[in-house]
């Protein structure tokens, strides 16, 4: 699919998912694209784990307690905060590229998925609940989830604001 | 070109661009990219402004004092921190990956560019007083430019950690 159509395309998916697993090769490239993001000065602060066995995954849904992690597959993000220009740190920044990059591939490759982070990052503390589970140190936080499967129900899109709500030329709320 | 192609050759490109301009419609169709990037609870906390005129480039160049800054066109990236999940606000997610969706749309229609955040949000305030050029009001900050333009020197690629030091199946550092 063209790269433009893909960004389109893509939705985030709330509804069920196929029982067929997703196979490695997929995660994969799925994963792979999330690495090709670009970092701040190139830190690299983001990490992932693909999770398809299913006892584990049955163990993380035990902890997340929501619908949104009942797909085939799942791909956690690891993130660490680590100082790039001057004190700044970029690692949310970091992060959420190689988020979306891998929402557009896993589309691509004809999988549906949805960034789920308030949930996992909110006051239950669920990112650290799964991160046990997952064996990450403690100098390594969780801060989402992507479920990764085939789509079984139909896809839907929010309401977004028109075009000229959002984006303009050459001043701010103007057209010139 | 495919997806998964366009996230693979998008690099960070910092050399010289032709002086050919950017067409409004490309403007236009990356712009659209950015802000169809999904957002914390559908806040849509980013906001674009596209500048192609040559007296106002002028202008912004003297502020920035970078050779990022020396393309035909920019993309400046507005954000404000509206509360999303409880508190929480996911404004810098939002915008990140809108900026992601823009490097892959502007990649895909021949064009290069870069995430220039940094030099921007710095001890130079240098986003405010870009954003006062842009008339951009004091609620809401200019966070980040994205030079767009035709490449007039070869891509260089930053050199990345193996897979296997940032992605893992089943388990931190595990192969399983």
Redesign the interface.
């Known amino acids: ?4 159509d ?3 395309g ?3 998916y709330r509804g069920a998912y196929k029982d067929a697993g997703v196979p ?1 090769e997929d ?3 799925i ?8 970092s ?3 830190k ?1 602060t ?8 299913p006892a ?1 995954l049955e163990k993380l849904r035990n902890v997340i307690q929501s619908k949104l992690a009942d797909a085939p597959a799942m791909i956690c993000i ?1 993130t660490q905060a680590i100082p ?3 004190d ?1 740190c ?1 690692h ?2 970091d992060y ?2 190689a ?3 891998m ?3 896993a ?2 490759l004809g999988y549906q998925s949805c ?1 789920v ?2 949930q996992v ?3 239950d503390a669920i990112g650290r609940k799964m991160a046990d589970i ?4 403690a100098d ?1 936080e969780l801060v989402c989830f992507l479920p990764i499967g085939i789509a079984a129900d139909a896809l839907k899109y ?4 028109p ?1 000229g709500e ?9 057209g ?1």
């Open positions: 699919m063209g790269t433009l893909t960004i389109k893509r939705t985030s490695r995660l994969i490239t994963m792979e694209a999330g690495l090709a993001a670009p701040g000065c190139n690299q983001t990490s992932l784990i693909a999770v398809d066995d584990l690891l790039a220009y001057g700044t970029f949310v920044q959420s590229a988020i979306q990059n929402l557009l591939a589309v691509e960034w982070e308030g990052t909110g006051a997952l064996g990450v140190p390594t929010v309401t977004k604001k075009f959002r984006a303009w030329f050459n001043g701010f709320r103007t010139a």
